[in-house]
């Protein structure tokens, strides 16, 4: 496979997996790793995912495996599960920002497996986005913002899940949860009860604060205009919405609405993106970072949006949005 013959020869493969499209690179190599950063334009102390297609590859890349990870991968992986680990010596600081830990996940994607063993590495793949804008779930949102900047971009459709892999830092005594995603908080409950949930999933950090989760601290998955969620009653939501949308419009700017099947009429004024039924978290994940990057070539000025609290993926979409609107929500 060309694509793997890439990676090995130190070049960059733009790759689908069940979450979201990565920028791949061999996670062994420090200069790929570098070249991954450049092509981003991420912040180097922003760590890599370490991306593997078989159980024989994880010794080699972490100095343990605690019996928590066993369990976990057991019942997760292949998926959409992120494990933090100590590293081991292989891994060079580049791929893990200087951390001494390191991120490993086993994709649960047919190409993503094919390139890894094709390759004979594993991938250290951030999502293959330009720093700070929505992640990418289809291949033509990689080309927008990385074209000429990856070798190689293989197109495997839109992607399932459509947010970021679930990522469980387990060095400690109990599994903590750095990144809320597909696989949610009450799901690893039912392994762990002790698990919990780092603050940085769910509250902006105060000046100075280093959250467990470098890329945390960055503003995400951010559309170009500002964005603000909207939380209350059906009725008071769309009220407030709608006279916002009076307002900013009588100035000639474009207001964008992200809503769901059963709002869709309530904004008449506005350029609504409808993700799907609000009882189907999956189909309203799915759309999201497709719906903000629409955004962007509408060019809309401002953006409303009702809020996602619910329940598996409530949480991780809630966590994107809220980083997408740099915390900017009002209760109404
Ligand atoms: O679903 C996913 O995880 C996608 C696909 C491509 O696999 N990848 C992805 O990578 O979302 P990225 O780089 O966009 O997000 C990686 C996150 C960042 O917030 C980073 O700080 C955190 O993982 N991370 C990586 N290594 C870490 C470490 N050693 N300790 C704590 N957090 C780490
Ligand atoms: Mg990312």
Known sequence: MEAGRVIRSGGLVAFPTETVYGLGGNALDARASEKIYAAKGRPSDNPLIVHIADLEELPDLVAEIPPMAETLMNQYWPGPLTLIFKKSLKVPPETTGGLD?????MPDHEAAAMLIRASGVPIAAPS??????????????????????????????????GLESTI?????????????????????????????????????????ERPKAP????RHYAPKA???????GRAEVSFYINNRIKEESSGGNKVGVLCTEETAGCYPGGICKCMGRRADEETVAHNLFAALREFDEEEVSQIYSESFYGGQLGQAIM????KAAGYHLIQV
Do not use: W
């Not at 890329?215 to 960055?218: D, I, L, R, S």
């Not at 500002?226 to 209350?232: Q, R, S």
């Not at 966590?319 to 809220?322: A, E, F, I, K």
């Open 101 to 105: 830990t390191v991120a490993v996940r």
């Open 128 to 161: 293959a986005n330009t720093s700070g804008r929505p992640s990418p779930t289809r291949a033509k949102h990689v080309q927008e913002d990385l074209s000429g900047r990856v070798d190689i971009i293989l197109d495997g459709g839109e992607v399932g899940i």
């Open 168 to 208: 469980i830092d387990v060095t400690g005594s109990d599994p903590v949860i750095l990144r809320p995603g597909y696989i949610s908080l009450d799901m690893v409950k039912e392994l762990f009860e002790g698990v919990r949930m780092d603050k940085a999933c769910t509250e902006p950090l105060k000046e100075g």
């Open 215 to 218: 890329g945390m601290k960055y």
């Open 226 to 232: 500002g964005l603000t969620i909207v939380e209350g």
């Open 319 to 322: 966590n994107r949005l809220m």
